[in-house]
């Protein structure tokens, strides 16, 4: 698929004949070129499909009494910034609207644009407004009461209108209550009112026209990715697995595996926050297909540390190395010591941090794995299309209005999708808002934290700051429930010399103080007395004491160097009393220098203090994040 993402636009085509959105040079079904429009970038439109469809109706319904327009057709859906879920809904190739969850009302809205007026101002029982007496430019104009000539239909200041003006039409939201708004002093806002003649409409269409427009494009992507793999494995003398998570884009990764290989091993991991659905398609997908597979099982570890590093978060992802990392390292190193090629679902329009990724990546945490990522620049209509095409089984879960599937509470996931957690399965939905409940009583925050979905970020984005301003929310936490330090003394100069750092950490889940002597053995020379519970850590540029109670009081040459030395004796402490025992530093030690016994334990003959298990310590990572 190309994509033209200047001035923040990527253009599509679509095909006004078969009424669909199309992939390749021209339309595999009739051999058009097709018709260019755009949508905001990045671009990473997908169907609209199951109950997505009637949630997009039912907006148009309840707004102009009417869904005429766009019942029978091909939609499709393209996800843009937004509080929350914002959407734009693409139908007879225009941008129609957008469908955004306010988090303030929990509940979906419509925002219509200029094509999606033009489309339904024929048919629309209601929300219409005719405006007279208004001249100049119109777009973005707000009209007073007394220059609204008609008012159609019941609707609330902030729904959707369309505004007519002669045969003019666009557009516009209302200000006031329709019962109010020829009194009112501000009635409507025009958001635009530049109406296309003659605009193309659709043909019905479904998911038949879709694939029968894209097949030869589907086909050529597919062969591009089987011969990817190919020549990639040949050279090679590895076993070949398959990353299966249940969603989509491990599926078409499988597929255009299994084009390419044979006698394939599925690789999935039951993080213990599935949804049962997800469980139940992977172990029935894998029975009809008469397929092998390994689970990797996290069991109770998310619940087992969530009291000590509290709700994971989009920038505390403190669970995806407990509940999928460790899990997974573990099981590549019992059923592959030698190592595995793993073919993977990764693709760059997921995510900012996927936008480069290479047909062959690595990752630093899990070192007998190699990624294979053959649909890497592949769109979500382009993965769809490909499953349908194959007849692949799917997940259930993506026709409840599911635009992801992970673990069922992940913090990346949506309030809007969280809403139907709570609609298919109210005990997980209710476990866990109550503890979120519980989380933010104890730590003086308002209920907002949790019933808005603060929770999903220790540093709150500027989207969440205005809501928080607007509500007037306190969302600092006034009691603290994590690790938390005491500075006595920052850096500062000593009388003796050099510099100092006095401090006190109070880590709430404590083990023997004996890890901590191992925790820092990987820094430096130690010193360490259980009968007191004493460590003295010595290293290039100054020392460090360490303290059963917590106390860290550090000397230095420098005032970095003691700042220095501070940090990392703060983490060895966090690192040694909050361990997890996923065991990924364990499993990625270059040396067999690591060992979890009930903790992190070191063998100092062996360790070389290169700071690789440091490196891959999930506490560590999110040291400035612990204890927020």
Known sequence: MAYNVAHGKTEMKWCDVCG??????????????????????????????????????????????TDGPISGRMMFLNKIPGEDRTDEIIAHGEVIGIVRFDLRDNSLRLELRQAGADMFAGSAEKNLVDIRNVAGHLKGKVVSGEDVSEVRGDFSAGDPVIVRKGKKTGPGTALADSKDLRSSERAVKIKNMDPVENRPASPPSGRDEFIRSNKEHLENIERNAVSDIRSFISKKNTPVTVSFSGGKDSLAAFGVASKALKGLTLLFIDTGLEFPETIEYVDRFVAENGLKLLKASAGNAFWDNVDTFGPPAKDFRWCCKVCKLGPITELISSEFPNGTITIEGNRMLESFSRSDIGFV????????????????????????????????????????????????????????????????????????EDY?????????????????????????PPKMIQIAKELDLDLKPNRTTGPAVKMMKGASPCAAGGYSVEAVIDVPSKRDFSYVEDALGIIGEVKYSPEFEIALLKVKNGRSKLFGGGQISVTAETKKDAEMIFERTAKALIRAEMCTECGICAKGCPRKAVEIKGGFKVDRKKCNRCGKCERSCMVVHYYDRIGQ
Not at 24 to 31: D, E, Y
Not at 46 to 51: A, F, N, Q
Not at 437 to 459: Q, S, T
């Open 20 to 65: 669909t959105l199309i992939m390749g040079k021209t339309c595999s079904s009739c051999g058009s070129a097709g018709r260019s429009f755009e949508i905001n970038s990045p671009g990473d439109i997908r169907p609209c499909m199951g109950d997505s469809v009637e949630a997009v109706k039912g907006l148009f319904r309840d707004s102009f009494g």
């Open 361 to 432: 990546s690595k990752n630093p945490f899990v070192p007998n794995q190699t990624n294979l990522n053959p649909v890497r620049g592949w769109s979500a209509s382009e993965i769809w299309g490909y499953i349908w095409m194959r007849g692949l089984s799917y997940n259930p879960l993506y026709d409840k209005d599911f635009e992801r599937i992970g673990c069922y509470l992940c913090a990346s996931c949506l309030a809007s999708e969280w809403r139907n957690t709570g609609r298919l399965h109210g005990d997980i939905y209710s476990e866990w």
């Open 436 to 460: 979120l409940h519980k989380h933010a009583e104890a730590k003086g925050l308002p209920a907002e934290y949790a019933d808005m979905g603060f929770w999903r970020w220790k540093v709150l």
